[in-house]
């Protein structure tokens, strides 16, 4: 039990240490590290690890307490492994001891067992001066967001009545979203298969597509997942299909297509169109493969950059265009917390410069009359509806047309909004 604890801690420690040193993504770092950790373990190693990223600003302002200089070069790993203690200590149910003893444990996994007694110290220390710690965190409001400085103050720029809603949304864990194949089962037959399998609903949606779960479950456990009965697909991301519109002998291009729930989406909604589904991460574009094959859909999938059209396109011009473009993925930190982390205020232009780009690129593959969906998983102006009226102001035969479910020109929806994710929309007409 001791090992197994201490292989958890040690796991959790290295993917943060990859994270916040080396500037991986979570989605990168977790998979080789827990791959050979029972079940139990794995969780412990995810929920730990996207823990200690939500509230990592609290965490280091401990250990800032606690060490009386940096821990440097072979050392920083060891940082990482006192985020793991701290976060346990303070923020999850396990013992005090279970948590000491294996997080000690760790180190001599990481090579470090010279410092089990630093560790051990330290630990101990968070132990006797829990409520001390807590009640100064309480007195440093800018440690309450628990967001880096520059994205804390761009939020509360634009949006001044709602960041504090955003940053308590963005720093807890997100519902788990179904999203129902309607070519295979209808809601409410889905809705009794899953209260047979004791999988509890927490409510509904205006989308017949939609089903929100109490908590979150393996989808092993969800009624037909393997037959391709249903999807995990955020409430926000499941209204693209739907803004989108394809109707029946359509040619639809889905741009920056990866993982392919947005295309598996569109050929549920409308199995008669004719989806070409673009990415230009070749190893992302097997989950897109995955995705199809398994709810049996068919599509044209390519490793293309949509910004350059004559290296890929046919010249057959599109009727609809979904462009989930590239952004920030400020509207997504619940799901991904090492956003937080990973991000960079200079990333916002470059983002902009690109997303502006494609946009101009793909304008020329729609056909007049035609209509494209912008979409990015961003709360940042200038990616959003700055973006669209930078657009329109450079082009004549573009108008923004209402989205209909919504009444509005364009729609920003912010982490927590019907419990859904942070997300924008804007309809583009492509004019005759």
Known sequence: MAASG??????AALALYQVLEQQKSLSQALPPLTASLEGRDRALTQTICYGVLRVL??????IRQLLSKPLKKDLLVLHSLLLVGIYQLLYLRTSDHAAVAATVEATV??????????INAILRNVQRQRDQFEAQLCDHPEL???????LADLIQQHYPERAEQIFVANNQQPPMWLRINEQRTHRSDYLALLEAADIAVQQESPLPSAIQLMQPVDVQRLPHFADGWVSVQDIAAQ???WLLGAEAGERILDCCAAPGGKTAHILEHQPLAQVVAIDADASRLQRVHDNLQRLQLQAEVYCADASDPASWWDGQLFDRILLDAPCSATGVIRRHPDIKWLRRATDISALVTLQQQILTALW????????????TCSIIPAENAEQIQAFLATHDDAQLISLGMQGGADWQWLPGDLAGDGFYYAKLEKRQ
Request: aromatic letters at 6%.
């Open 239 to 241: 209204h693209a299909a």
């Open 6 to 11: 201490a292989a958890s801690r040690a796991a």
């Open 57 to 62: 600003p609290q965490l280091n302002f401990i």
């Open 144 to 150: 309450q967001h628990n967001h880096p400085r520059w």
């Open 109 to 118: 996994l990481l090579k470090q067992s010279r410092q089990k007694s630093l």
């Open 364 to 375: 020329s593959t729609l056909k007049p009359g035609g209509t494209l969906l912008y979409a």
